[in-house]
């Protein structure tokens, strides 16, 4: 059995996935990778099938109809064979010295019995043009190098939290919770964070900027313009997120108290993206989404709307919109998100 399992989504990827797929094989024996090719139109398979039979005992070329990146995930899953499983987008590639170090962090751990549900790490916000990287980590949060548990965890601050591109879940949780991302829908990494989570008990922290998160093409699913596109996809994705915070059975633990401050922003990102479309559709859909909270869930209701961030997304009127969007823009020049 492989040590760690690579899913790299691929779609009309032709233009960058050999940089993606060249900074995995640094990992050699110990790593699967697994090529999806997701009903691409362009040279895509090809390329994954090249690198297949280049790389027989380590890459898998695996085609399918287009479903989305969440299927191509999901697939990932169904066909993954290594102990822990990672996703890196055709896109984006990782840190080889990261990487080597993450491989041996994890290799070491089996050698030691120690089994783990999930490793964090850094990444890194590699926005074109941008003279400064900012880096995503977790230091505050999370006691580097050794196993934890819910209850050793720092507080998360405003602004920061989990992305797909930090993780890494060991696959019998991912199998376990029984995470089927659904079809055709953009924005699901937030589903595939917080889903698997209430299966967690064992977390390891590797301060190491592994991940490189590319931002700046203009078709990119985060880009502002495209995600205000696609919205109903985004409040989509916010819908499942608080049905299952409501599920949640212990409100106070920690788990339960971080599922609900990555809810939290996310449905900032959601108002925001509602008030900066601007139209009188889009400030009817954020009337229907906030009353969709109130209906499904009273409590997270007063929670979302009577907090710092649901004060500010809840001021009246056009100048209210206007301070809402500002708090917005400063959040996003100190993060470093699109």
Known sequence: MKLLSVVVPCYNSQDYMRYCIES????????????????SGDKTGEIADEYAAKYPSIIKSIHQANGGHGEAVNTGIRYATGGYFKVVDSDDWVDTRAYLKILAALEQLEADGETIDLLVSNFVYDKEGAKFKKVM????????????????????RKGQYLMMHSLLYRTAVLRECGLVL?????????LYVTAPLPYVNKIYYSNTDLYRYYIGRADQSVNEKVMIKRIDQQLKVNRLLIEQM???????????KYLFHHLEIVTMISTIL????????????????????KETDLELYHQ???????????????MG??????????????VGFN
């Open 24 to 39: 995995l094989l640094p990992g050699g024996e110990s790593v699967e990778i697994l090529i999806v090719n997701d009903g």
């Open 137 to 156: 980590r977790y230091d505050n949060v999370l006691p580097e190098n050794k196993v934890l548990n819910w209850d050793e965890i720092g507080r998360f």
């Open 182 to 190: 659904p079809k055709h829908t953009f924005y699901v990494d937030n």
């Open 246 to 256: 409501s599920l949640q059975s212990n409100p106070s633990s920690k788990q339960s």
């Open 274 to 293: 509602l008030i900066r479309g601007g139209t009188k559709e889009h400030l009817q859909k954020k009337r229907e989404f906030w009353n969709y909270i």
């Open 304 to 318: 979302l709307r009577y907090g710092m961030m649901g004060r500010l997304l809840s001021l009246p009127g056009r």
């Open 321 to 334: 919109r206007s301070i809402s969007v500002g708090v917005y823009k400063i959040t996003q020049k100190v």
